[in-house]
């Protein structure tokens, strides 16, 4: 369960930081209140998560999984570019994220 909750928290990392975007340097009040609260949610959620799983773990999945989401949505909200280095080492680092949680007994 410790692993739903810690994708959870990461997809909640995602939610903020494309929220940052919207806040428009934090003037716009509804995109702010929004993104302040995915940011509380996901480190709570990670807080939760952390209580049984390696927190160098947790912690390296939580920004990787919030990393690549990110990245996503920025190419498909934000028309930011799609090219094969960039997608190279979004694969790169869900590989890595696979790795951690293969390697990790919990």
Known sequence: ?????????????????IGLKYTDGFTRPWATAGTVL??????WLLGIA??????????????????VGTVI???VLLGEPANA??????ALIVAGLVGLKLATPA
């Open 85 to 90: 280095a960039r997608l190279i080492s979004v």
């Open 38 to 43: 995915a940011m509380v949610v996901s480190f």
């Open 1 to 17: 369960m410790a692993w739903v909750i810690l994708l959870v928290a990461g997809l909640f990392e995602v939610a903020w930081a």
């Open 50 to 67: 952390m209580k049984t799983l390696p927190v160098g773990t947790a912690y390296a999945i939580w920004v990787g999984v919030g990393a």
């Open 73 to 75: 949505l920025g190419i």
